[in-house]
């Protein structure tokens, strides 16, 4: 295991947290600071570095309620590429089934000597409410349809790697926007970074309400297709549905998919996201999933970079703090 003697400069001035809860608060120049601290990891790990040792005897606890693959995965690996410890949280087998609660179970965890904890949870506001109540760094790795800010933070590093800059841009976010917290945490980011929002998808999942953000709205992706530099694919999140918000997944896919006859419609230089899961051939079809324009696989491959500068910068905080603040 190769190791790299990154160099990331002091923490930046701007950087005051010890906790990342979502994008909505975070300014233009602490957003560029995550993104920044990204890049270097980045370029460490396309290099072939496997171990920045920055966060030796760290402990980073997953603690996730919900189901996840890449999100708890890449905070996993970003926590050992950093030489933390990294422990996995299992809600099933837990002593929630006992009774504890949400809060109790954390505060046992840190009392073990977790520094940091990763939350996912199905309701709004778990890891606010668990910043409130620990000593240690809360990440939100995502609270119900609320806010997924590493996602969002990782989709933005994967458009500022190909297109430079944010300002100017017009990202469109298609798909379940009335559950989705990847789209609160992008529309957040984004206009932060001077980008024109628009959010695409059946009028019963896009409200017009969505203009009180200062985003646009639109029920037709070939109607915005043309103005587009940058399409992010929203799955359709079923399990946070109570009633099935369309006729058909078929028909679902006949108006809003991304495909070979769309994309010929589109800037040449269009630039193809999703968050994943993607199921192929309902928001995308494979050709354009695994096309020239499409940079899914470095989204998650920008996920770990992502991870590691936010467990880097907030246990920075944490480690400067006073004792006992």
């Not at 933005?156 to 944010?166: A, F, K």
């Not at 799955?235 to 918000?245: G, L, M, T, Y």
């Not at 495909?259 to 994943?276: C, T």
């Not at 020239?292 to 944490?318: D, F, H, K």
């Amino acid at each position: 295991m190769s190791e790299h003697p990154i160099e990331l400069g002091p923490l930046p001035q701007c950087w005051k947290r010890r906790h990342l809860l979502g994008l909505e608060d975070l300014t233009a120049e602490e957003l560029t600071a995550v993104l920044d601290k990204a890049d270097l990891f980045k370029q460490a790990l396309v290099a072939g570095t496997r171990r920045v040792p920055l966060l030796s005897g760290i402990t980073n606890c997953n603690l996730f309620f919900e189901n996840s693959t890449r999100t708890r995965t890449s905070f996993s690996l970003a926590a050992r590429r950093l030489g933390a410890d990294s422990i996995d949280f299992s809600a099933s087998t837990s002593s929630l089934s006992k009774g504890e609660t949400v809060i109790d179970t954390a505060k046992n965890i840190e009392a073990m000597g977790a520094d940091v904890m990763v939350v996912r949870h199905r309701t709004p506001g778990t890891p606010h409410l668990l910043a409130q109540n620990l000593d240690c760094c809360v990440i939100n790795a995502g609270d119900g349809p609320h806010e997924h800010p590493t996602q969002g933070l990782l989709d933005i590093l994967t458009i500022r790697q190909r297109r430079g800059t944010l300002q100017g841009l017009t990202v469109a976010l298609v798909g379940d926007i009335a559950h989705s917290r990847t789209a609160r945490s992008n529309i957040w980011g984004l206009k932060t970074l001077g980008a024109h929002v628009i959010v695409c998808g059946p009028s019963t999942l896009v409200s017009p309400r969505w203009k009180e953000l200062d985003v646009e709205f639109s029920y037709s992706l070939d109607d915005i297709l043309p103005r587009v530099d940058v399409l992010n694919l929203l799955r359709i999140q079923f399990e946070r549905q109570h009633d099935r918000p369309f006729p058909s997944v078929r028909e679902y896919a006949h108006l809003y998919a991304m495909n070979r006859d769309r994309l010929a419609r589109a800037k040449d230089d269009i630039l193809i996201l999703a968050p994943g899961p993607i199921n192929r051939g309902v928001e995308v079809t494979p050709d354009v999933a695994d096309g020239p324009q499409s940079a899914i696989l470095e989204q998650v491959t920008n996920g770990v970079a992502v991870r590691m500068a936010v467990l880097w910068l907030v246990t920075s905080v944490l480690r400067a703090a006073p004792v006992g603040s």
